[in-house]
């Protein structure tokens, strides 16, 4: 067996559950496990559902059936006592269409920053605190696999909940073969869309123009291009457009969104660049609509033949059809992509460079 050491640092604040949920929070392996399946699946290129599934079952453990299969390779967190808060970062933002400003770090920790009390509802971990990570390898034949899952996490991804607005975003200081984010992208780039979320071909990474002192500033510089990006696709108060973005939108505590639940492809971090940092917005695009798009064809085609038949009528089809198309969510994709080459840039492109080993 083989045991690697990663000595590491949040660099944003860090929701962390723990056996209360709003309780003193816990920086757990599972939580850990959870997010490395994440990253790991995000870049195995990997297309059919059934094969990745038994690949990540052989690496982190499962059910196959009836037959339990035990992990490849265990965690250990080691950790002082780790300083909370409940004070977030300020950063100030214009709200369209309104005289007044909002924190844009209370928009990003929506439904964990509750606006009519003012108050997040729970601890996070401060920015600055630090652990220790230990991987130990029964064998070595996957711990190439899960090193790269791991430093993915590190540069694109994050520990807890939030992380796709960049909280608990984590550094890792003792890293000599340390990645940086265009290399990784580059590495990455792994042939078309899949159902689920994956490196693909159609990745863009946006970064900020410039780098700031603080993570927490590249943070907030992100954050604003975001919030202004959704608000550009569509007018406010209107939330058919913002569907194909994310979903549900909640409004007043009530959905608004008519599409099924699907998570963003947008993944807002920062990355630190000699003694700075500089803000990154990674588009991880999936087709998360292709199941559906498949069954409207089906029932719109059996309407077509049949259109005596009980059930919806063919105008109720084809507008559903129309909402559920593949190239409609593409459609506000390039919007938010085109508003997101204003606020920010991306004027190296890392699929240029020459391949790279991670």
């Known amino acids: 067996m083989e045991t690697i050491t990663f000595n590491c640092r949040f660099i944003t604040p860090a929701f962390l559950g723990g056996a209360n949920p709003k309780g003193t929070p816990e920086l757990r392996p599972p939580s850990i496990k959870g997010a490395l399946r994440f990253w790991w699946r995000a870049q195995c290129g990997i297309f059919d559902l059934t094969d990745?599934?038994?690949r990540e079952i052989e690496i982190f453990g499962g059910l196959d059936g009836e037959n339990a299969i035990k992990s490849k390779f265990t965690i250990r967190v080691i950790h002082e006592e780790l300083l909370t808060s409940q004070e977030l970062p300020r950063s100030m933002t214009s709200v369209r269409n309104k005289s007044f400003k909002v924190n844009i770090f209370e928009y990003l920790a929506f439904g964990i920053y509750e606006q009519k009390e003012k108050k997040l509802n729970r601890d996070y971990v401060k920015q600055g605190e630090t652990f220790q990570i230990k991987f130990t390898f029964r064998s070595n034949e996957y711990r190439e696999e899960v090193e790269i899952a791991f430093r993915l996490l590190s540069i694109f991804g994050g520990i807890g909940t939030k992380t796709r607005n960049g909280f608990g975003k984590f550094e890792i200081v003792n890293d000599v073969d340390f990645l940086s984010w265009k290399p990784a992208i580059q590495r990455m780039q792994k042939g078309p869309e899949k159902s689920f979320s994956s490196f693909s071909d159609k990745i863009i990474c946006f970064q900020t123009k410039d780098t700031t002192d603080s993570a927490e500033q590249a943070l907030a510089e992100v954050g604003k291009a975001y919030k202004n990006a959704r608000e550009f696709v569509e007018d406010p108060h209107n939330y058919e457009h913002r569907s194909y973005i994310a979903s549900p939108i909640v409004d007043n505590k009530r959905q608004k969104s008519f599409l099924d639940?699907?998570?963003k492809p947008y993944y807002m971090t920062v990355v630190p660049e000699a003694e700075d940092y500089r803000g990154l917005i990674l588009f991880l695009p999936y087709l998360f609509l292709e199941d559906a798009s498949s069954m409207m064809k089906e029932l719109y085609g059996q309407r077509e033949k049949n259109p005596n038949s009980t059930g919806l009528r063919i105008s109720d089809l084809k507008k559903s059809l129309v909402q559920t198309s593949i190239s409609k969510h593409q459609e506000y994709y390039s919007e938010s992509n085109?508003?997101?080459?204003?606020?920010?840039?991306?004027?190296?492109?890392p699929h240029a460079l020459p391949p790279v080993a991670l």
Not at 338 to 349: D, I, Q, T
């Open 52 to 54: 990745l599934r038994k």
């Open 338 to 349: 085109g508003f997101f080459h204003k606020e920010l840039c991306h004027n190296e492109n």
């Open 261 to 263: 639940r699907h998570a």
